[in-house]
C-alpha cells in the first residue's frame, strides 16, 4: 500500500479558515486554531443575526405606520384592523414606505380605513 501524504489537503483547509478570518484583530487572523474557533462563533452569529434582522425591520415599520397614524387620531392596532375590514392588503413594508415618502396616499388610505371602521357596527356594550 503507497503511503499517502496529505499536506496539501490541510493546507488547503487551513487556507480557507485563515480566509475567513482575514482583518480579525491579532491571533484570530493567523492562527488555525483560534481562527477556527472566530470563524464558526461569527458564522453562528450570522445565522442567528439574519433571523433577528427581519424582527428588527418588521418593528421599525410598524412603528413608522404607528407615528404616521397617530398624526391622524387612530392607533396603530385599530388602523390595521379597519385595514382587514377595508379590504386593503398593503404589507407593513410598502404601508411605512407610504407613510414616509407618500403622505398624501397614506392619508387616502386611512380616510379608506376610517370610513370601514365607521361602518362596522359598534359592539354591544
Given at each position: 500500500m503507497a503511503r499517502v501524504k496529505r499536506g496539501t489537503t490541510t493546507k488547503a483547509r487551513h487556507k480557507r479558515v485563515l480566509e475567513q478570518a482575514k482583518g480579525y484583530f491579532g491571533r484570530r487572523k493567523n492562527t488555525i486554531r483560534i481562527a477556527r474557533q472566530a470563524v464558526e462563533k461569527a458564522g453562528q452569529y450570522a445565522y442567528r443575526d439574519r433571523k433577528v434582522k427581519k424582527r428588527s425591520f418588521r418593528a421599525l415599520w410598524i412603528q413608522r405606520i404607528n407615528a404616521a397614524v397617530r398624526e391622524q387620531g387612530l392607533t396603530y392596532g385599530v388602523f390595521m384592523h379597519g385595514t382587514k375590514l377595508a379590504g386593503i392588503e398593503i404589507d407593513r413594508k410598502v404601508m411605512a414606505d407610504l407613510a414616509m415618502h407618500e403622505p398624501d396616499i397614506?392619508?387616502?388610505?386611512?380616510?379608506?380605513?376610517?370610513?370601514?371602521?365607521?361602518?362596522?357596527?359598534?359592539?354591544a356594550a
Open positions: 397614506f392619508k387616502a388610505i386611512i380616510a379608506q380605513v376610517q370610513t370601514a371602521l365607521d361602518a362596522k357596527p359598534a359592539m
